[in-house]
């Protein structure tokens, strides 16, 4: 399979715990994208990372969340102390050298926080 | 504050039947349009691009039009089909190398396709 790869699917957690996603881009891209989309929204951005380097972060990205992309290939997404509010799913996607237009996504992870 | 408003926020159609839906937005300066549909519990697929000087793309029985003047533009689905019951999903962005975070997500038509 050459798409976006996402694990886990699904996540179920306890209020508190900490949860950790991993993305899998497209090989050849370099561009990684972090969204979050709850029931009957668009997705919403998260982060952006180009290679290693975490480029962009929107204030929903509150400092229980962390993102890293350590050798520019995969890339993970860690909330600490989650809260029932986090419940959603998240959208990992991917571009390469034509800039931001053709995002491809992964089939994303759902978070439910009990 | 850029937004995108797209209508309506949910439809049935019959299968067979033509149907369009619309996106309006105030995103600018405006770089490219694009469709994605999204079936339930996947991650959404790009259907079209479109740069401000394109009116019209086609992708199949999928037909996107912008008019970028108005700020409007609409995606047509042709001779609907079972499979193509999903959200359908407009976002619209100011510029292509920079500003990842700019792009907006409409929050999506929801089509039902009944046989």
């Known amino acids: 399979d050459t798409g976006v790869s996402q694990n886990p699917r699904h996540k179920i957690t306890k209020r508190g715990q900490n949860v950790t996603f991993r993305c899998d881009p497209i090989s050849e891209h370099n561009r990684l994208y972090w969204y979050r989309q709850t029931l009957g929204q668009g997705p919403e951005f998260l982060t952006y990372?180009?290679?290693?380097?975490?480029?962009?972060k929107s204030r929903l990205l509150s400092d229980r969340f962390s993102a890293e992309r350590p050798k520019g290939s995969f890339s993970t997404l860690e909330i600490q102390r989650t809260e029932q509010g986090d419940s959603a799913m998240y959208l990992c996607?991917?571009?390469?050298?034509?800039?931001?237009?053709?995002?491809?996504f992964g089939a994303g992870t759902r978070l439910s926080v009990l | 504050k850029n937004q995108v408003e797209q209508s309506p926020q949910s439809l049935i159609i019959l299968e067979g039947k033509n149907c369009t839906l619309q996106?309006?937005?105030?995103?600018?300066?405006?770089?490219?349009l694009r469709w994605y549909k999204q079936d339930t519990g996947r991650g959404p697929v790009s259907l079209t691009i479109m740069t401000f000087s394109e009116n019209t793309k086609s992708n199949g029985r999928y037909t996107a039009t912008l008019d970028a003047d108005t700020k409007q533009s609409s995606l047509h689905i042709t001779a609907s089909q079972l499979s193509d019951s999903a959200s359908y999903i407009c976002?619209?962005?100011?510029?292509?190398?920079?500003?990842?975070?700019?792009?907006?997500f409409g929050d999506g038509t929801t089509l039902t396709v009944k046989p």
């Open positions: 976002v619209v962005s100011p510029d292509n190398n920079t500003n990842a975070g700019k792009s907006t």
């Open positions: 996607a991917s571009s390469g050298e034509r800039g931001h237009n053709i995002q491809y």
């Open positions: 990372f180009q290679n290693e380097a975490q480029l962009e």
């Open positions: 996106c309006n937005y105030t995103v600018s300066p405006f770089s490219n």
